[in-house]
């Protein structure tokens, strides 16, 4: 049950194939300059759906590999891990705040101003470092053995 002739589980393959899509959101979203409710809504979606992904995909998994990273902590795959959840947690973190802010500013008719541009840019670099961990433990994992 694979999609790229890796050795992933078929959820893992939708998982990546989601993730992909939801960067490809972030592009969009982060580089439109119509209005801000429009790039707010972009957002939102992508920061939710990646949300759920986390819970019911990628934290499930986290936990099964729990006792491969106490037993083998600083192997290659455990320290690729290790780094992208930290990136993963911090681009929820961020991500929340600014969704949080512009649904509350949305729904009480302020102006949108959810984060700055330098804030937004860090977050955008959280979330592509977040992925491109991500990929390198599809690749080491699935593809090099
Ligand atoms: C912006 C946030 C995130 C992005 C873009 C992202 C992206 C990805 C990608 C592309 C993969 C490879 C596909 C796969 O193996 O399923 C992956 C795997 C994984 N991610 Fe994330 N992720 C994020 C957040 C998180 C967080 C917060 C956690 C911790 C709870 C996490 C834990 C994992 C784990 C354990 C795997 C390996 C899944 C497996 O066994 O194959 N990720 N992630």
């Known amino acids: 049950m694979v999609l790229f002739g890796s050795s ?34 972009i957002m939102a979606i992508a ?25 083998f902590p600083t192997s290659p795959s455990s320290l690729i891990t290790i780094v992208h959840v930290i990136f993963g947690l911090m681009a929820i973190a961020a991500g929340l705040t600014y969704t949080f802010r512009f649904l509350y500013y949305s729904a009480t008719n302020k102006p949108l ?13 959280i979330w592509i470092l977040a992925f491109v961990l991500g990929l390198s433990f599809y690749v080491y994992v699935y593809f090099l053995p």
């Open 8 to 41: 992933a589980e078929l959820i893992f393959d939708i998982n990546f194939i989601i993730q992909i899509v939801l960067i490809i959101l972030l592009i969009v979203g982060y580089s439109q300059k119509r209005t801000w409710r429009y790039h707010g809504i």
């Open 47 to 71: 920061t939710i759906t990646m949300i759920v992904t986390v819970l019911l995909i990628m934290a499930p998994s986290l936990i099964a590999q729990l006792p491969v990273l106490l037993l």
């Open 113 to 125: 101003t959810c984060g700055t541009r330098t804030q937004m840019r860090i977050q955008f670099t």
